[in-house]
């Protein structure tokens, strides 16, 4: 349990000034859970203060006995990377069972859980689960819920334009990522769940970074070894939200996860500002060869397509993941996140395998 960081810090909904986006005369049928509806509340948070975090995957047993219930299946997706579980309910476990959901998302990356209850949560509930796994997370401009910040929400529906915006001056919406990197202590074991989805489209598809610094020559693993790179958070987002003010952090390029030991790239291309000590030019070239290693390796990823009743939890530390903008249809996309932070990142020493 992270020390600093309240289990679940909700404030009462009295204390904020908010504005509901609804998507009234869609075309398609209101959303199915209004409580989950974005919103942009300007709620002011003070500065994130460093707090010890423990992962709960120390303390779990590896046979993973509350995770192999009769009746359950564990389905392998790719021989690294991702797991589809049934015949577990996620809201039902125990402590020792979440612990070994943090080991088993720790070691297989990306964890795809079918026939879920969670949308049907009330909202609180869903958060007391996901503070187990660390203090939960408020972004600094992002849609949360009317009622509650510590909801990261993500909606398209009818009269969204992203589609038409996004592509005049793009070919392709993939953009792969690790979430809230811009914090002193990012995201670990991760949680997002349906709630509406389009007929097709609109899967998420996950990188495995362990394989892919595994799959660099010795001697470019070693370059990478000690290298930092600068982030900074959002200085605003819609209607100028800013709910805390952003600071700039330094990551190792290469990051070792706490409980497994093992070693993976971590970066973000898109909101860093740079590799520290090196020039423009040459930390372009660097972050421009490590963004296209992680999106062009297929044989290192997992598409997860969306249904009803699917919860996705995945460990931030060791992967990177991109969502696809496919469809035109108009249909309603809408998901949820609860994210809970972790420790800082930290490298070990390089070692040949």
């Known amino acids: 349990m992270a020390a600093g960081i309240p289990r679940i810090p909700i404030p009462g909904p009295k204390a904020y000034n908010h504005e509901v986006e609804t998507q ?3 075309k ?3 959303a199915t859970h209004q409580n989950y509806l974005p919103a942009w509340r300007n709620t002011k948070y003070p500065p994130l203060e460093p707090f010890t975090h423990i992962d709960p995957g120390h303390k ?24 589809k579980i049934s015949g577990v309910q996620l809201s ?10 943090a080991l088993l998302a720790a070691q297989r990356k990306v964890l795809v859980f079918r026939d879920q209850d969670f949308a049907d949560l009330p909202i609180e509930k869903a958060l007391d689960f996901g503070s187990y796994f660390g203090g939960l997370h408020v972004h600094q401009s992002s849609a949360t819920t009317a009622s509650h910040d510590q909801i990261h929400i993500v909606h398209r529906g009818a009269g969204d334009e992203t589609w038409s915006r996004f592509f005049k001056g793009r070919c392709s919406h993939v953009s792969f990522h690790t979430d809230v990197i811009t914090e002193e202590q990012p995201a670990g074991t991760t949680f997002m769940y ?24 010795p001697g470019f693993q070693e370059r990478l070894h000690g290298l930092k790179a600068r982030y900074a958070g959002p200085d605003g987002g819609r209607g100028g939200i ?3 003010e952003s600071v700039v952090v330094e990551h190792p390029l290469v990051r070792t996860h706490p409980v497994t030991g093992e070693k993976a790239l971590y970066f973000t291309k898109g909101s860093c500002q740079g590799i520290i000590g090196y020039k423009k030019e040459e930390s372009d070239m660097l972050l421009g060869f490590l963004a296209n290693h992680t999106s062009g390796g297929q044989d290192f990823q ?31 996309r809408h998901l949820a996140r609860i994210t809970p932070l972790a420790e800082k990142p930290f490298e070990t020493p390089f070692e040949v395998v």
């Not at 997992?302 to 696809?324: L, Y």
């Open 24 to 26: 009234g005369g869609d």
């Open 28 to 30: 398609w049928p209101a």
């Open 60 to 83: 779990a047993d590896p046979l993973f006995p509350d995770l192999h219930p009769p009746g359950s299946k564990h389905t392998l997706i790719n021989p690294t990377i991702g797991t």
């Open 92 to 101: 039902s476990l125990s402590d020792a069972g979440k612990d070994q959901l």
């Open 194 to 217: 349906i709630l509406d989805l389009p007929e097709a489209g609109g899967d998420t598809i996950f990188a495995d970074q362990v394989q892919a610094y595994n799959r660099l020559s």
């Open 242 to 244: 800013c709910r805390r």
């Open 302 to 332: 997992v598409r997860v397509k969306w249904k009803k009743g699917t919860v996705v939890v995945w460990d931030n530390r060791v992967t990177s993941h991109s969502s696809i903008l496919d469809w035109e249809t108009g249909e309603r």
